[in-house]
């Protein structure tokens, strides 16, 4: 197990599940790799566990390599908002591959950690976060790539 200051919070259980443990061992990681502040970790978990709530609503579950992706994503948009950055703009070829319902299933559940954390929730962010979530429940394949 890797060993890290990072504070990971246990708000739904105090036994973790085993995918729980492997988005834990995959997100301590990421936070060690990238030399990430623990305030940083602690809203990027608190985003992880929302944004993989929002996967699991949609019929969702991350394998390992895009677990870990997805979970590098998330930390990158924790930094982005606490530098007030956003991502640029995505082509709206993506969203509708993605699906209006899913870009609405994540704003519901992300924006208000976002807006906790003094931040805004933009649509492209939204759009980033459902696509990682479509390509999973499509195989792994995201714009036609294999991830």
Avoid at 47 to 66: K, M, N, T
């Amino acid at each position: 197990m890797l060993e890290s200051s990072v504070k990971v919070p246990q708000q739904r259980n105090l036994e973790l599940s085993a995918y729980e443990e492997l988005a834990r061992k995959a997100f301590l990681e990421i936070c060690a790799e990238q030399a990430v502040p623990d305030d940083v970790a602690e809203d990027a978990w608190n985003l992880s566990e929302s944004a993989i709530e929002v996967a699991r609503q949609q019929g969702v579950r991350f394998e390992y390599p895009a677990l870990k992706a997805f979970l590098s994503h998330m930390v990158g948009c924790v930094v982005r908002a606490r530098r007030g950055e956003s991502v640029s703009d995505v082509g709206s070829a993506i969203e509708k591959e993605v699906g209006e319902s899913l870009i609405n299933a994540v704003f519901s559940g992300l924006e208000p950690l976002y807006r906790r954390m003094g931040a805004i929730l933009t649509r492209p962010e939204a759009v980033l976060v459902a696509t990682h979530i479509a390509a999973s429940r499509n195989g792994g394949k995201q714009d036609g790539q294999e991830n």
